[in-house]
């Protein structure tokens, strides 16, 4: 009878998340007729479990749990990061879900051992905050999914563009090479330095990636001669102590590389332009989320502010200049927060256009739903464990 309210709660989670994921796919919300209710009886089901127990402090633990995920949800709904629905639709899981597994009152729903180890893998931390860390992973497969569709059903010009990373082949080649170079010197420095591994932990890791990164940059900047015979007496070392392992590793590094550049581009450029579209000012509804921040100077002149945080660091960087990232450019009319546009906002936009301020269409995004990637985040989380911690094993067993 003890394990049927952790059962109830985990049913309960998955199916809400089923159900949020399809509103917002469908209309783009996470209704509060869903979550609301959710949080109370989350909170009700685990404080009956905690009398149940005969512990208190566990639906003292519960409530402390759903209030610090709740702020924390709130934050990045400040910083535009998130949507309402989706702090409400965490903060409900926190209120289901504020453990997952604590032997003996909570086992986990299905433990396996895969290689020696026991999964799920758990976090030293609350489960809520590995189900936002999961869920926050998992948004970029559907992501690139989502935006890939996008283009090839209503952006096909976009194609092009996806498709350089493959045309510029030669390049990523060179790239490879010059990476597999800086790990091998790393691996060579490392060793014959005699770090001590196992006491270190995580900082040789750092140590060894700050180390590659560097190298990779200083045998890019070499001119094209001094670079093609250290990367040529490297590689060819490499392949002479151990060709199998040199060999794999340049493939899936190389392959990984196209990867990476076709995602930067799915993320960036072709995303900019495939999620974004100029819609008229009469066509505008509220929750409509703008593409940048519209800001009026001191001489009430209205201009657009459309860099990204990444461009105005690399402009901050050349001009050496850091007010570009602090400074406001004057009084911001329309922010680009995740809640979307007002009613006084369109109003707004509609005077300025009628004063000559702006043209008569206006840059919105198009929302992309994050309640499935949380749903992916759940299901990860209650069969896998924390993809974080995951990653970190995988990272020290890879290197050493």
């Not at 976009?158 to 170079?181: C, D, H, Q």
């Not at 590389?257 to 076709?262: A, V, Y």
């Not at 929750?287 to 519209?294: K, R, S, V």
């Amino acid at each position: 009878m003890i394990i049927d309210i952790p059962l109830l709660t985990i049913i309960l989670a998955v199916v809400a998340c089923i159900y949020a994921s399809y509103s917002d796919l469908k209309r783009g919300i996470i209704p509060n007729k869903l979550t609301f209710p959710l949080i109370g009886l989350g909170l009700i089901l685990n404080g009956i479990y905690a009398v149940m127990l005969g512990e208190i402090w566990y639906i003292v633990v519960c409530a402390v749990v759903t209030g610090v995920i709740f702020t924390l949800g709130y934050l990045f709904w400040k910083l535009g990061a998130w949507a309402g629905g989706d702090v409400k639709l965490f903060t409900a899981l926190a209120a289901l879900l504020p453990f997952y597994s604590l032997p003996p009152y909570y086992p986990a729903l299905i433990p396996y051992n895969l290689f020696g180890v026991q999964f799920p893998l758990e976090g030293i931390y609350p489960f809520p905050l590995t189900l936002i860390i999961n869920s926050i992973l998992s948004i970029l497969p559907f992501l690139l999914i989502y935006v890939f569709y996008v283009v090839v059903k209503t952006k096909p010009h976009l194609m092009g563009e996806l498709t350089a990373p493959f045309i510029e082949y030669k390049k990523n080649i060179v790239l490879t090479l010059v990476i597999t170079s800086a790990v091998n010197i790393t691996l060579f420095i490392t060793q014959h330095l005699n770090f001590q591994i196992m006491q270190l932990g995580a900082q040789i890791i750092i140590i060894s990636l700050i180390l590659i990164y560097l190298l990779t940059l200083l045998i890019s900047k070499l001119p094209n001669q001094v670079k093609a015979v250290v990367v040529s007496m490297v590689t060819v070392a490499a392949l002479f102590f151990n060709l199998k392992i040199t060999l794999i590793s340049i493939v899936i590094l190389f392959i990984s590389i196209i990867i990476i550049e076709l995602v930067k581009k799915l993320l960036t450029s072709v995303s900019r332009e495939a999620l974004q579209d100029d819609t008229p000012l009469d066509e505008l509804k509220e929750g409509m989320i703008p593409a940048y921040n519209l800001y009026q100077n001191e001489d009430q002149e209205v201009f657009v502010d459309d860099k990204s945080f990444t461009d105005k660091i690399k402009e901050s960087f050349k001009t050496r200049d850091p007010n570009i990232l602090t400074a406001a450019p004057g009084k911001r009319l329309i922010g680009t927060l995740a809640a979307g546009l007002t009613t006084e906002d369109i109003q707004l936009l509609k005077q300025l256009h009628q004063n000559g301020k702006i043209t008569n269409a206006f840059r919105v995004k198009k929302g992309v739903p994050f309640a499935p990637s949380i749903l992916i985040g759940l299901i990860i989380s209650l069969f896998i464990g924390d993809l974080a911690y995951i990653l970190q094993k995988i990272l020290i067993w890879a290197l050493y």
